[in-house]
């Protein structure tokens, strides 16, 4: 199972991105879908995460209150809404499903290419 983020780019230090997360033969309504990212020189972190067990889970305190997840199921997309940003959010991010339950720290299947976030000014 592998998931494909799209949506990143170079952005201001205060503004907004709307990136999205497919899969092609792949409901993603029906498992937990999580967003992580890894910043240059770090490791990868779990960021948000939405599941039909757990709602919606922030693994990352700093991005409290300013970024979002939701999901379309016509579309069989999930989003994670970027808002605020910082210089620190710069990163790629990926999304991936961790099965039934949200998980921070394992994945089921491969990492796709990510999206590359750059919050500079």
């Known amino acids: 199972v592998q998931l494909q983020a799209s949506g990143g780019g170079l952005v201001q230090p205060g503004g907004s991105l709307t990136l999205s997360c497919v899969g092609s033969g792949f409901t993603l309504e029906h498992y937990a879908i999580g967003w992580f990212r890894q910043a240059p020189g770090k490791e990868r972190e779990g960021v948000l995460c939405?599941?039909?067990?757990?709602?919606?889970?922030v693994y990352a305190d700093s991005v409290k209150g300013r970024f979002a997840i939701s999901g379309d199921n016509v579309k069989n997309t999930v989003y994670l809404q970027l808002n605020y940003l910082k210089s620190e959010d710069t990163a790629v991010y990926y999304c991936?499903?961790?099965?039934?339950?949200?998980?921070?720290?394992?994945?089921?299947?491969?990492w796709g290419q990510g999206t590359q976030v750059t919050v500079s000014s």
């Open positions: 939405m599941g039909p067990r757990d709602g919606v889970r």
């Open positions: 991936a499903t961790t099965g039934l339950r949200c998980e921070s720290d394992s994945i089921i299947g491969s």
